[in-house]
């Protein structure tokens, strides 16, 4: 008796479990997609959309007013880097004969809060341009660590990955 007992317990709380889970994944997944603070996202997706306009028209003035002089920007394939070696680099990229744009991935971008600092920004974006008359795109994933300090945002921390 105790040998079906413990089958029957067995499978009822396999079955507990694997229901508990599914229903915590659901859960996070939707209010991953469907941000709580839709103020917060406007801002970030605005900030975003500053950030990247620049990078795509080369502007580094706006660029380095965008980042936080406290960057630290971590790249998988590239090592970590800091404020003046991002600028310098992107001032670099900037002068090359193609043009690299940056679009972000619809549907991609979550945005949380970080309490009393700003904002965490998750996603996925696509660079492309052409080279040798071919268009070359990739696809990698980001997390941007926003601060907020009183109304201005600023970027501080970047990882980029998935090169």
């Known amino acids: 008796m105790n040998i079906k007992y413990s089958f029957i317990g067995s499978r009822v709380l396999s079955f507990a479990i694997v229901f508990l889970l599914s229903v915590m994944i659901g859960h996070a997944q939707k209010n991953a997609r469907s941000p709580e603070n839709k103020?917060?996202?406007?801002?970030?997706?605005?900030?975003?959309?500053?950030?990247?306009?620049?990078?795509?028209?080369?502007?580094?003035?706006?660029?380095?007013?965008?980042?936080?002089?406290?960057?630290?920007?971590?790249?998988?394939?590239?090592?970590?880097?800091?404020?003046?070696q991002t600028m310098k680099d992107f001032g670099s990229m900037f002068a090359r004969d193609y043009v690299l744009t940056r679009t972000l991935v619809p549907g991609s971008m979550e945005v949380y809060p970080i309490k009393n600092f700003g904002a965490i920004q998750t996603g996925s974006h696509e660079f492309s341009h052409v080279e040798n008359g071919k268009p070359e795109k990739g696809v990698f994933k980001f997390v941007h660590i926003w601060k907020k300090d009183g109304t201005e945002w600023k970027l501080t921390r970047v990882i980029t990955f998935d090169h």
């Open 39 to 84: 103020k917060l996202y406007a801002e970030i997706l605005h900030m975003d959309s500053v950030l990247f306009n620049a990078f795509n028209t080369r502007d580094l003035n706006t660029m380095k007013n965008v980042f936080g002089t406290n960057l630290e920007l971590y790249q998988d394939n590239d090592g970590v880097k800091d404020y003046t």
